[in-house]
């Protein structure tokens, strides 16, 4: 796949190397199934890559749950809305271990009578292109059922970050940076020295397997990194997760 280098600052990359991890990167990928976009960004050079798959498609899958979480922490500050306790464990339990009855529940209760309350916010925190798709059950619009970007992805991760306030940053932040055993991969594949977190999302959807990851690593969260695989009836998940392991190592991990 060939990509687009995009040079928001004249600083020098601070990664040596890092133009040969992008081509390490997209050599990978070549050989792996479905399509797969990715965007790799450094906040302190400010230097970002993004495949030609970034601006892709893709079904979110459990990634929504970050800017359901994101959205109901900016609605609760404007005072829009009153979390309880149990609302906010839910919250914690959807980053956590992405627990689906948790997202039902705040979906429910928080969508308004048109279902569209998260919907018409996600654009707020850079998920411009995001649509749920019609067509599937019996709720419309459904967080489970919403394609976006992965240059989405990036740009809500790296919202999280920037424009949050300080607190809630670091609340998110501790949350993902210790995912259940099943969200340990993708992102968190690039080992505990590099301090990383994530959000991941996988699901069988029509048109085949999706497995994805969204997250950041390093000192401060020097680095944020989105991956969205579709695998297009050519793998399954474990499939995916490798795909999207396997990159997050050849971009970010040392060695």
């Known amino acids: 796949m060939v990509g687009l280098l995009l040079m928001g600052f ?9 133009d040969q991890r992008i081509a390490a990167a997209d050599s990978y990928l070549a050989g792996r199934p479905g399509t797969v976009g990715y965007v790799v960004r450094d906040r302190i050079t400010g230097r970002a890559y993004r495949n030609d798959a970034a601006g892709t498609m893709i ?11 994101v959205d109901l922490l900016t609605r609760a500050t404007a005072g829009l809305i009153t979390l309880s306790p149990d609302d906010r464990q839910a919250m914690v339990d959807m980053l956590h271990s992405s627990d689906n009855d948790a997202a039902d529940m705040l979906w429910r ?7 569209m309350a998260f919907n018409r916010d996600f654009a707020g925190y850079g998920m411009t ?10 709720t419309f619009p459904y967080w489970g059922f919403q394609k976006s970007t992965t240059d989405d992805l990036d740009r809500l991760m ?17 949350e993902m940076q210790r ?13 505990p020295q590099l301090a990383p977190g994530n ?4 699901s069988e959807e029509e048109g085949g397997w999706v497995v994805n990851t969204v997250g950041f690593a390093g000192q401060r969260q020097r680095y944020t990194l989105a991956i969205m695989n579709s695998l297009d009836g050519e793998g399954d998940f474990d499939a995916g997760r490798e795909t999207t392991t396997q990159l997050a190592r050849i971009l970010l991990a040392d060695g």
């Open 10 to 18: 004249t600083a020098p990359p601070a990664r040596a190397g890092l």
């Open 59 to 69: 079904w979110t899958a459990s990634t929504i749950k970050l800017a359901m979480v």
């Open 109 to 115: 209760k928080f969508g308004g009578p048109d279902n």
């Open 129 to 138: 292109s995001i649509a749920p798709q019609k067509g599937f059950g019996d």
């Open 158 to 174: 790296n919202y999280v970050l920037t424009r949050l306030p300080a607190a809630q940053t670091a609340a998110i932040v501790s």
């Open 179 to 191: 995912p259940d055993v099943n969200q340990q991969w993708g992102v968190w594949g690039v080992g």
């Open 199 to 202: 959000k991941n999302g996988w």
